[in-house]
């Protein structure tokens, strides 16, 4: 696909169909990832790829989540749309039926803590536009970070942080695109 289309054309998809994906398809994108800039080459990502019965246990984990932590904030910004606070509790507890959840976790540096962030949202953005590219779905979400503890239990993961998890799978929908709010650019010219 054209770069600009895969930019404008990818959505959060958070409803997939149960078909697996070829793990070398995972492979790749986890490598275009890794071509992300980061602060002073740091590298500082690391992805751990989860498939089969554990998907079971982060989608009880991301049940609670939303049950504790996400749906209040929904409830703040979403009063007018019941219906998105719906949609959104069934796909926490159910991840879309995701095949694919990818744990992405950043270790700490010397750089700092934004740095540091703003380095694995870059590789994050790269896998995104990577899976959209290849007819893959994904949703990027930093919901379920409160119970960041209880994944960690589940990859594994003692020493890193945990930044994100992305749900991936082939698309069982086609999201329209939430329109681009304006005045969000400004030149300053002598
Ligand atoms: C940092 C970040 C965190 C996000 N966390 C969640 C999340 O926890 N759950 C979710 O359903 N979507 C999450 N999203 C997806 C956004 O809701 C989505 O990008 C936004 O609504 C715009 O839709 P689009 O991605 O289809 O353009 C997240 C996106 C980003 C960049």
């Known amino acids: 696909m054209d770069f600009e289309d895969v930019v404008r054309s990818r959505r959060s998809i958070r409803k997939f169909k149960p078909d697996a994906v070829p793990r070398e398809v995972i492979e790749e994108i986890l490598e275009l ?3 992300a800039p980061s602060a002073m080459n740091t590298q500082n990502w690391k992805f751990i790829v989860v498939t089969g019965e554990r998907i079971e246990k982060l989608k009880t ?3 609670e989540a939303f049950d504790k932590h996400v749906e209040a904030d929904l409830e703040k910004l979403f ?3 019941p219906m998105v606070i719906k949609a959104t509790g069934k796909y926490f507890h159910s991840l879309g039926g995701a095949p694919v959840v990818i744990c992405v976790y950043r270790k700490e ?3 700092g803590l934004i740095p540091d962030v703003e380095s694995v949202a870059a590789a994050i953005q790269n896998l995104v536009l990577a ?3 290849r007819g893959l779905g994904a949703c990027w979400m ?3 970070l409160p119970l ?3 994944i960690n239990e589940i990859t594994g993961e003692k020493k ?6 992305v749900t991936i799978g082939y698309p069982d929908t086609e999201p329209k695109p939430p329109p681009r709010k304006p005045g969000r650019i400004e030149w300053i010219e002598d």
Do not use: M
Not at 160 to 165: G, N, P
């Open 79 to 81: 009063a007018k749309y």
């Open 148 to 150: 960041a503890d209880k």
């Open 33 to 35: 990832a890794t071509w």
């Open 160 to 165: 890193l942080e945990l930044q994100a998890i």
């Open 131 to 133: 899976a959209h590219n």
């Open 142 to 144: 930093t919901g379920v």
């Open 109 to 111: 540096t010397v750089e």
């Open 61 to 63: 984990i991301a049940g």
